[in-house]
T-cell receptor, first 114, second 113 residues
Framework: AQSVTQPDIHITVSEGASLELRCNYSYGATPYLFWYVQSPGQGLQLLLKYFSGDTLVQGIKGFEAEFKRSQSSFNLRKPSVHWSDAAEYFCAVVLTGGGNKLTFGTGTQLKVEL | KAGVTQTPRYLIKTRGQQVTLSCSPISGHRSVSWYQQTPGQGLQFLFEYFSETQRNKGNFPGRFSGRQFSNSRSEMNVSTLELGDSALYLC????????????FGPGTRLTVL
């Protein structure tokens, strides 16, 4: 079945440590790929997106993501986490020809220990 | 530039009632999408409107409907509310193409008692 999977429901990291959040998709063709962040009581904010080209994508707030076609993955990374990064992170896809319909993963809740 | 605004921010209704939520997109944006967010089902796409026409629709019952006005403002309506409709309803606006960033509003928290 077509799906977006975020295998980690919760992740805890220490401030200053590196971070990697996993995202896998299961679609016949490569979809458009996105990472969003949601802080408590807030809407979603786009961190970065991938449509084509360079497989390493730079985003806002020091985040980057790497698209790996062979693994159907689009993992989000940050070299050094700040306490303000604590939030919920969502991977999302839009299928080619699917208009603007975002299909989201279940999210990963990030906790940052000081 | 003002962001996406949603009104009201919080709403309490009882089963069987109906509710209308409003979304004002960023100026110049012609696409408005609606999403439902619940702890159990996560984020689910409801529908998208572009230039007053529904362009995409998710898998929700007919009790969920929407519309878009000529100024791109959008409303969604839920009739005959059920307890399971309690959720955060988010709207997002964009210029309209898939490569255009979708900007989300803060959401409307609907509680059905």
């Amino acid at each position: 079945a077509q799906s977006v999977t975020q295998p980690d429901i919760h992740i805890t990291v220490s401030e200053g440590a590196s971070l990697e959040l996993r995202c896998n998709y299961s679609y016949g063709a490569t979809p458009y790929l996105f990472w969003y962040v949601q802080s408590p009581g807030q809407g979603l904010q786009l961190l970065l997106k991938y449509f084509s080209g360079d497989t390493l994508v730079q985003g806002i707030k020091g985040f980057e993501a790497e698209f790996k076609r062979s693994q159907s993955s689009f993992n989000l990374r940050k070299p050094s986490v700040h306490w303000s990064d604590a939030a919920e992170y969502f991977c999302a896809v839009v299928l080619t020809g699917g208009g603007n319909k975002l299909t989201f993963g279940t999210g990963t809740q990030l906790k940052v220990e000081l | 530039k003002a962001g996406v605004t949603q009104t009201p921010r919080y709403l309490i209704k009882t089963r069987g009632q109906q509710v209308t939520l409003s979304c004002s997109p960023i100026s110049g944006h012609r696409s408005v999408s609606w999403y439902q967010q619940t702890p159990g089902q996560g984020l689910q796409f409801l529908f998208e409107y572009f230039s007053e026409t529904q362009r995409n629709k998710g898998n929700f019952p007919g009790r969920f409907s929407g519309r878009q006005f000529s100024n791109s403002r959008s409303e969604m309506n839920v009739s005959t509310l059920e307890l399971g409709d309690s959720a955060l309803y988010l709207c997002a606006s964009s210029l309209g193409e898939v490569q255009d960033t979708q900007y989300f509003g803060p959401g409307t928290r609907l509680t059905v008692l």
